[in-house]
């Protein structure tokens, strides 16, 4: 008879387990506290869930890590933003999101709160939107060839991008003998594929009587000048030309520097 009632009873309890797993698998009987926001918990306990409700059938809910890392939106960690990719943080505080690693998006981005910029003093990396080259001389002197020649020392060899090419400096115009005038000359070249990008002339009028040997007059440039380059490496170089009557030249290009920041 005690073998009887023992079967009987060991069926129900094993599909009583079932049910019981099956429940448990289901999550019922669990309900998070809903709060207004997390700063109103009350000495919250690590591992601790709660539930912050946004509006009409909408919310988050929050895990406690603890004193720390504090509070986590396990919501925003579970649905990355899109592509859904690995190596997402969220801070369970503010709700910004952490990319870590590598990201393609496929399509444009729309920064409504606009591009942060970098704090950290470190430059752009190459290749990355904001990378700087330059080349800067304080003094060097030049030829007073009429037909442009490069000025040495001032070339940028830039990658594939979207560049802004800037050129700027200050001619030393000096009169050698008699008054007239001189009309000093400055390019940025692309010396890889040999085409003027942008140039900018400067006519300076000097009045000397005889005698006055090697009075100066300044004159200045500055030529900015969109490039892109969609394949390679191009050279761009900074060349000068100058003509006038008189016994006039330019001796010498002050301060002269030759720029190009990566835009896209």
Avoid: C
């Avoid at 895990?63 to 990719?85: K, Q, V």
């Avoid at 394949?231 to 003509?243: C, D, E, F, N, Q």
């Amino acid at each position: 008879m005690r073998k009887v009632l023992f079967s009987a009873v060991l069926p129900f309890i094993f599909s009583g387990s079932i049910l019981a797993q099956d429940e448990e698998l289901r999550g019922t009987g669990f309900n998070a506290p809903t709060v207004t926001d997390t700063e109103g918990v009350a000495n919250p306990a690590q591992g601790e869930i709660v539930f912050v409700p946004s509006g009409a059938n909408t919310g988050a809910f929050y895990g406690y890590a603890g004193a720390t890392d504090l509070w986590h939106n396990l919501s925003a960690a579970s649905t990355p933003a899109g592509p859904s990719t690995s190596g997402i943080v969220t801070d369970g505080t503010t709700g910004a999101q952490t990319f870590g690693g590598d990201k393609v998006f496929n399509g444009s981005i729309t920064p409504a709160g606009g591009i942060v910029g970098k704090t950290d003093g470190v430059p752009v990396a190459q290749g990355y939107v904001g990378e700087t080259l330059a080349a800067t001389l304080g003094s060097v002197q030049t030829s007073t060839s009429s037909s442009p020649v490069a000025i040495s020392g001032l070339s940028l060899n830039l990658t594939a991008g979207n560049w802004l090419v800037f050129a700027m400096g200050t001619q030393d115009f000096t009169s050698f003998s008699t008054g007239g005038s001189t009309q000093g000359y400055a390019e940025i070249y692309n010396s890889t594929d040999g085409v003027t990008l942008a140039n900018q002339s400067s006519h300076i009028f000097i009045g000397v009587s005889p005698g006055s040997v090697g009075d100066s007059q300044y004159g200045s440039f500055s030529i900015i000048h969109p490039l892109i380059i969609g394949s390679g490496t191009k050279t761009i170089v900074l060349r000068h030309a100058v003509a006038g009557s008189g016994s006039n030249t330019i001796r010498t290009y002050q301060n002269t520097r030759l720029l190009a920041v990566r835009i896209q």
